[in-house]
Nanobody
Framework: QVQLVESGGGLVQPGGSLRLSCAAS????????MGWYRQAPGKQRELVATITRGGSTSYADSIKDRFTISRDNAKNTVSLRMNGLNPEDTAVYLC??????????????WGQGTQVTVSS
């Protein structure tokens, strides 16, 4: 079994910052791409940022230059530093990881999500 657990969401004022973290645990052999997605009420889930095992990153245009994704391969964690938050960033943020298990199964795993609310 593999689990992803996010933390770090909350309420923040416009212009503020938050740091989200996600830890993967369980029968993990190797984690490939890790990423963050978000889903706002009434909207489709959208990609925020991804990072490869080697550290190559990609970002959605809407958050480029404000958010920074990073990972620690030794700890099986991925983080998202979010600066300059605005109300349009309000959403449930979900961690995703493409994982090869110790049984050599390859699947995409999701965390349960963490709420980020940007409001004055």
């Amino acid at each position: 079994q593999v689990q992803l657990v996010e933390s770090g969401g909350g309420l923040v004022q416009p212009g503020g910052s938050l740091r989200l973290s996600c830890a993967a645990s369980g029968s993990i052999f190797r984690i490939n791409v890790m990423g963050w997605y978000r889903q706002a009420p009434g909207k489709q889930r959208e990609l925020v940022a991804t990072i490869t095992r080697g550290g190559s990153t990609s970002y959605a245009d809407s958050i480029k230059d404000r958010f920074t994704i990073s990972r620690d391969n030794a700890k099986n964690t991925v983080s998202l530093r979010m600066n300059g938050l605005n109300p349009e960033d309000t959403a449930v943020y979900l961690c995703n990881a493409q994982i090869t298990t110790t049984l050599l199964d390859f699947n995409s795993y999701w965390g349960q999500g963490t709420q980020v609310t940007v409001s004055s």
